[in-house]
């Protein structure tokens, strides 16, 4: 054991002349793990937050939609169709393709309730897998919407939508898709016309998620198209075997030379950045106050090393009366700092990561499910690089408030520390 560990050892576990050091050295450690404690719950309280709200936007395993040019309105022909969806099978990890339809649209109920919907025109087979959370439905299924033509066509709701339409299985529903008649040749203007279809709930789904429940309607893609009059479509699922798979896909799709002028390849990331953002500041305000904590604590470590020197001024003198170098004496003063660091941010790591694995493992903090519409209880998700990076900048500080005191140390004279001994 060197010279400067030895004595900085000693000097943390010996007595104290002045109580109140020992106590300020206590009051420094366990601040330190509480704060970096507390920082790492709060950074996985963050991210598991974050990667609730993904999940419901991309899925598990990851959702695109290569969609055409809103700004155009444009739509594709079959010919098109396949050279997209030539495209899309070059890329890798794709596990599904869904073809589709979004018209808007507008729900009425035999109750005369009137609900605005989006409307989608689907492949039930191909959506159901390339949508999983669509795969088990609350009631019904998306199967159901391959009827007879005999019958009438089936429709699958949201269930906040049933609800607001006071309807359920098997229940009428009159759907009409707003459509703008072309203009005349007199100059006339074109008029808004209703297209009409008559249709029977054949299933009811829940994401957990308003922005799909509430809003959401899908109807069998021949159906709309024959409501519209057309045989053109707007849209193309494609999901993937992960969200690493999704990530490649994206890039590789977005800079295919193949893909068409016309087709634009998003997710629904793409436009949900506003809250993302919001969701990424709030995380960097919380790690900023806490950290502010950490700081104020880690400076009580200046107060209790300036007042352990003078308490050892003495001792001070000695050793540098017998030729002790000063790099040795700051050294030890260095070391004690860093040691109540050190075990503070160790304990306070375990602590944070310990706390947070089983709060997310045993789903210890419930949540209202009609507030946090995608949970149901408060996710945690520890990640390991920002444990680590906490840890770092803790004892980063603690470092720099370390040197004061160390430097005073090591600068003062053995006579002037000895002339009153």
Partial sequence: MSFDRFIAHRYLKAKRKQSFIGVISIITLVGITLGVGALNIALAIHNGMRGAFITSLVGETG???????????????????????????TVPGVRA????????????????????CKLFGIVPDSHAAAAPSLRKLEEGSLAALERPQDQRPGIVLGIDLARDLGVRMGDDLRVMVPRLSSPGLGMRPGQLRLKELKCEVVGIFKTGNSQFDAVDAYLQLEQLLLVLGTTEIQQIMVNFDDLAAMEAGKEALQL??????????VDLRDLNQGLLSALALEKLATTAVISLFILVVALNMISALTMLVMEKHRDIGIMRAFGTPRGTIMRIFLRQGMTLSLWGTLMGSVIGVAVSVFADQTRLIKLDNNVYEVLNYLPFTVHAHEVLLVAVGSLMVSFLTSIFPARQAAAMDPVEALAYE
């Fill in 97 to 116: 393709v869904s073809m589709m339809r979004q018209e808007p649209g507008v729900l009425v109920s035999r109750q005369k309730r009137l609900n605005y």
């Fill in 63 to 89: 959702n695109l939609y290569v969609v055409a040019n809103s700004m155009v309105d444009y739509s594709w022909n079959s010919d098109e169709v396949a050279s997209l969806g030539k495209t899309i099978a």
């Fill in 256 to 265: 295919h030379p193949e893909l068409l002028p016309s087709a634009n390849v």
